[in-house]
């Protein structure tokens, strides 16, 4: 099918590009082909909570800037019963044929009904979507303790602690492991150099509980110092994780790119958030060898919010511009973006997460308003 072969031609650029291959030609090349042959095809994810919103307004903005992408939306959840082996596999299918995702928050219910692993767990595990990437930046017009804020939090997300292997050896005596391998490490590791040097980075902080836990945060942390060896233009940094959070709060400014295992990646992604504006507004990506899936970089699925038309579509608008960029729709990616951060640079509309008192429409109606100036340039 034409707009799987366009998508895949997109896919291997997008993977060499990633590997610091092909130019910026061959990407303009594709994008023009692109425009002219199709349309892209995404798997749309719209989770629980205030989810579903947030998807209607990516939709709605798309819409209005005339996007060249179809969602191919799958329902996946846990408290809604909307989650089987069946529609976890539909969208794995979907994926196959999309590479690409936009995905809103799957909640996990903290009752125990037989199966460990979340349903959110198993769709990464089975895309082995191992990079997690927050990239944490402060957004002009909207002040906040730390302004000009601008660094990335890189976590490996199919092992350490979220490896859903516990159980109870004795009566009220439970056994929980954390899991850490040389190859994931390494994996990761490498990763976050590779993102470095792409991206024209300066230092990588390996964030770690080495003192504590010898053997697993040791073993990640001595594959972060064999990889560091393998990048001499980039600098290295480690941190224990309870000073790591400290630092930031204090001063955050020291930090570049950030490495670490799962759950201290998963705190540290909604602490940074916290310093920028909240879990609203920062934008997040994983990725596997081939996939990559955009979502919120703070995974919240805000549910006292829902249905009251309050919630901030700012990061899902960013991930959104994110997976467009990803999919070399420059021109898109870029007029989203740059609509959003002039919305809250003039700061008349602000949702309530921000301290104002506007609602969701009325935040989309604003960047809708603000896509159309571009046109003309």
Same mark, same amino acid.
């Given at each position: 099918?034409?707009?799987?072969?366009?998508?895949?031609?997109?896919?291997?650029?997008?993977?060499?590009?990633?590997?610091?291959?092909?130019?910026?030609?061959?990407?303009?090349?594709?994008?023009?082909?692109?425009?002219?042959?199709?349309?892209?095809?995404?798997?749309?994810?719209?989770?629980?909570?205030?989810?579903?919103? &947030?998807?209607?307004?990516?939709?709605?903005?798309?819409?209005?800037?005339?996007?060249?992408?179809?969602?191919?939306?799958?329902?996946?959840?846990?408290?809604?019963?909307?989650?089987?082996?069946?529609?976890?596999?539909?969208?794995?299918?979907?994926?196959?044929?999309?590479?690409?995702?936009?995905?809103?928050?799957?909640?996990?219910?903290?009752?125990?009904?037989?199966?460990?692993?979340?349903?959110?767990?198993? &769709?990464?595990?089975?895309?082995?979507?191992?990079?997690?990437?927050?990239?944490?930046?402060?957004?002009?017009?909207?002040?906040?303790?730390?302004?000009?804020?601008?660094?990335?939090?890189?976590?490996?997300?199919?092992?350490?602690?979220?490896?859903?292997?516990?159980?109870?050896?004795?009566?009220?005596?439970?056994?929980?492991?954390?899991?850490?391998?040389?190859?994931?490490?390494?994996?990761?590791?490498?990763?976050?150099?590779?993102?470095?040097?792409?991206?024209?980075?300066?230092?990588?902080?390996?964030?770690?509980?080495?003192?504590?836990?010898?053997?697993?945060?040791?073993?990640?942390?001595?594959?972060?110092?064999?990889?560091?060896?393998?990048?001499?233009?980039?600098?290295?940094?480690?941190?224990?994780?309870?000073?790591?959070?400290?630092?930031?709060?204090?001063?955050?400014?020291?930090?570049?790119?950030?490495?670490?295992?799962? &759950?201290?990646?998963?705190?540290?992604?909604?602490?940074?958030?916290?310093?920028?504006?909240?879990?609203?507004?920062?934008?997040?990506?994983?990725?596997?060898?081939?996939?990559?899936?955009?979502?919120?970089?703070?995974?919240?699925?805000?549910?006292?919010?829902?249905?009251?038309?309050?919630?901030?579509?700012?990061?899902?608008?960013?991930?959104?511009?994110?997976?467009?960029?990803?999919?070399?729709?420059?021109?898109?990616?870029?007029?989203?973006?740059?609509?959003?951060?002039?919305?809250?640079?003039?700061?008349?509309?602000?949702?309530?997460?921000?301290?104002?008192?506007?609602?969701?429409?009325?935040?989309?109606?604003?960047?809708?308003?603000?896509?159309?100036?571009?046109?003309?340039?």
């Amino acid at each position: 099918r034409t707009v799987l072969r366009v998508q895949r031609l997109f896919m291997s650029l997008r993977l060499a590009a990633w590997g610091g291959g092909s130019g910026a030609g061959l990407r303009g090349a594709a994008e023009e082909n692109a425009k002219s042959e199709s349309t892209f095809q995404v798997t749309m994810l719209p989770g629980d909570g205030v989810g579903p919103e &947030l998807m209607h307004a990516v939709k709605e903005v798309f819409k209005a800037a005339s996007v060249p992408v179809v969602f191919d939306e799958h329902h996946l959840s846990e408290v809604q019963n909307m989650a089987s082996e069946e529609k976890l596999d539909q969208v794995v299918d979907s994926m196959k044929e999309s590479k690409v995702a936009l995905i809103g928050k799957i909640h996990t219910p903290m009752e125990y009904k037989g199966e460990l692993a979340s349903y959110d767990m198993r &769709l990464r595990r089975k895309l082995d979507l191992f990079a997690n990437v927050v990239h944490v930046k402060s957004l002009p017009g909207y002040k906040t303790r730390h302004n000009n804020l601008d660094l990335v939090i890189i976590r490996e997300q199919t092992e350490g602690e979220y490896s859903s292997l516990e159980h109870e050896s004795a009566k009220g005596v439970i056994e929980c492991l954390k899991i850490i391998t040389r190859a994931k490490s390494q994996r990761i590791a490498k990763f976050a150099f590779d993102y470095a040097t792409k991206k024209g980075r300066s230092k990588v902080t390996a964030v770690h509980k080495a003192n504590i836990m010898k053997l697993g945060d040791g073993l990640f942390l001595q594959c972060c110092e064999e990889v560091a060896e393998l990048y001499p233009k980039i600098k290295f940094d480690t941190m224990i994780i309870d000073n790591c959070c400290m630092q930031l709060v204090q001063n955050p400014y020291q930090f570049d790119v950030l490495v670490m295992p799962n &759950l201290y990646g998963n705190i540290i992604d909604n602490l940074a958030a916290g310093l920028v504006g909240g879990a609203g507004v920062v934008p997040g990506e994983s990725y596997s060898a081939e996939y990559a899936v955009f979502e919120m970089g703070a995974r919240h699925p805000f549910a006292q919010a829902v249905g009251r038309n309050i919630a901030n579509p700012t990061a899902m608008l960013l991930s959104a511009a994110n997976m467009l960029r990803h999919l070399n729709l420059e021109f898109h990616s870029n007029l989203i973006s740059d609509a959003v951060k002039k919305v809250i640079k003039v700061g008349k509309v602000r949702t309530r997460d921000l301290g104002g008192y506007s609602t969701t429409s009325d935040f989309v109606k604003s960047v809708i308003d603000n896509l159309h100036p571009h046109y003309g340039s």
